[in-house]
């Protein structure tokens, strides 16, 4: 049954397709339905021939939700909504039984489980699906030194540093930057008698301002929290800013990462530092076996890393370079026209480098 309007169109095609790309929707439909009098057949062609704009929509999804609910709930990501969206097409292909009759394709049904995973996230509907990926409560963030860093959350120092630990707190309008831990001293801190001795001689239990050194190496002291859960392997994102764009050859140039600025480290969004070796390995190897730029780190590539340049002390000393920063520059060819238009209009604004990282944990 041919639609003659987009208003014609099923209601759940309605609330899933962006209005521009309804128009699509319904002459790929025609068309196909028309050659093969098949209405599935004709679905499906539908879909997919708009499955490109999900991302998008994904994209606007989450943004609107940061804006409502981000502060009071936490903040998601398009690529979290992706991650739903994508088992929802698995468990309709998996699962076929379980889909309800009026579904008519498997992008149907993952908006479905967004929508639904976006009013369990808001307190709409009990927790049914997706438990591990709900947001969390947007850890507090402050402004120092022109940067944005994250509150109360210890992390690393770079090798060489004076100590072993640094953290970002509030004294009272300001923020402050407290460094703790001897980076020479090895000390038995997963020896309990060690941790008890330790605690009593530095009279932890009265250690409550969190501006203070002592304060937070008792906190590394607390018994059942190790200094390896909250240094473990973990899933990380490099992210920087897109500066420059070319109209003419769909090229998008900026840094990747920022590693140093005007010589001090700069903190990551997983609360960590990236030493300069460290970095120019990772952006070799990115190199010589990427190079693919996707969406969000997932789907099919949308463009391709062209030039990349790591930025090093070292690197732009010998090349004759001045930079106040140190990190990664690259510029990525874009291929998609969906993803292009994000840029253009404003939506996409950075780049993120997804990988694998191991924090390094040297015992106290």
Known sequence: MPFKRNSDLPKAVRQTVPENKQTKFRSVFNDVYYRTENEQRAYQA???????????????????WNERHGASKGRVSAKTLREVY????????????????????????????????????????AASHDKDLLPKKSVEKAEYRGQTVQLDKPFRLPAGSAKKFGV????????????????????????????ANFRARHNCDSKTDKTTAGYWSCRMWEPGVSVSDMLEKHNTEIEGQILKTDDE????????????????????????????????????????????GKMMHTGEQVGQVVHSMPITKEIG?????TSDREGWIVSLKVFDDEVWDLVKSGQLTAFSIGGKAKRKVIDD
């Open 168 to 195: 970002y707190v509030k004294s009272g309008d300001k923020v402050k930057r407290v460094t703790f831990g001897s980076s020479t001293m090895e000390i038995r801190r997963d020896d309990p008698k060690a941790r």
């Open 317 to 321: 000393e010998s090349l004759g370079i």
């Open 86 to 125: 994508d088992r929802g097409v698995g468990a309709y292909k998996g699962n076929p039984t379980s889909v309800r009759p009026n579904v008519m394709s498997k992008e149907q049904w993952a908006m479905a489980r967004v929508n639904s995973f976006l009013k369990i996230a808001a307190g709409q509907k």
């Open 249 to 292: 050859q769909r090229m998008v140039y900026g840094w990747a990462s920022v590693i140093t600025e005007k010589g001090e480290p700069v903190v990551d969004r997983q609360s960590d530092v990236i030493e300069a070796d460290t970095l120019v390995k990772a952006v070799n190897k990115f190199m010589e076996n990427v190079r693919v």
């Open 46 to 64: 539908a879909w997919s021939a708009v499955e490109k704009v999900q991302m998008s929509t994904l994209a606007e999804k989450a943004k609107n």
